[in-house]
């Protein structure tokens, strides 16, 4: 079993930053990929930025150069570094832990006024 605790969530004018933490517990399978994925009023959970166990990365086209994912092996900790918000970017956002099984921590909610 994982537990994940997401922080770093809040209010944030366009073009501002938000940092994102995410930190998994319990027996934590080595090989693992973590990130992020987000879902907004009205709309179907969409991935945002992944990161392996190896440091190997994805991200959503929407996010590309904007939003930095990375983690912290030795304390299984997922980061999302948000630069250059937009409104459109308001979601609550999940940490995402899968290695076989799959878990979700239990959202923040990050919002973008304009």
């Known amino acids: 079993q994982v537990h994940l605790v997401e922080s770093g969530g809040g209010l944030v004018q366009a073009g501002g930053s938000l940092r994102l933490s995410c930190a998994a517990s319990g027996i934590i399978p080595s090989i693992n990929v973590m990130g992020w994925y987000r879902q907004a009023p009205g709309k179907q959970r969409e991935l945002v930025a992944t990161i392996t166990s190896g440091g190997s990365t994805n991200y959503a086209d929407s996010v590309k150069g904007r939003f930095t994912v990375s983690r912290h092996n030795a304390k299984t900790t997922v980061y999302l570094q948000m630069n250059s918000l937009k409104p459109e970017d308001t979601a609550v956002y999940y940490c995402?832990?899968?290695?076989?099984?799959?878990?979700w921590g239990q959202g923040t909610q990050v919002t973008v006024s304009s």
């Open positions: 995402n832990f899968q290695s076989g099984r799959e878990y």
